[in-house]
Nanobody
């Protein structure tokens, strides 16, 4: 059974940090591009960051550049999103996704497998 399970979401103060994890099971991420997306209430799901599987090229939305870092641990079949200098506008449900192709995009419609999401709330 193909499954992606996110964890690490929490309530954090502005300026704080969180690290989200996404563990894949039932398939290997080796040949799959991966991405992190987020969705705030009443908003469309948007791309946060993604990584290609062949050359590990990374993409970041402008609103997270310099603050967030995507990474993967091949041995653990896990993807991470390190989030620093968090802002209240980063509050959303964060989803990881895998694409059945090696090349990453920032379009959620291009991804085939999705986790259930983890809530990130940035508030004082």
């Amino acid at each position: 059974q193909v499954q992606l399970v996110e964890s690490g979401g929490d309530l954090v103060q502005p300026g704080g940090s969180l690290r989200l994890s996404c563990v894949a099971s039932g398939f290997t991420l080796d040949n799959n591009a991966i991405g992190w997306f987020r969705q705030a209430p009443g908003m469309v799901r948007e791309g946060v960051s993604s990584m290609s599987s062949e050359d590990y090229h990374t993409y970041y939305a402008d609103f997270v550049k310099g603050r967030f870092t995507i990474s993967r641990d091949k041995a653990k079949n896990t993807v991470y999103l390190q989030m620093n200098s968090l802002k209240p506008e980063d509050t959303a449900i964060y989803y990881c996704a895998a694409r059945g192709r090696p090349w990453a995009t920032m379009n959620p419609d291009d991804y085939d497998y999705w986790g259930q999401g983890t809530q990130v709330t940035v508030s004082s």
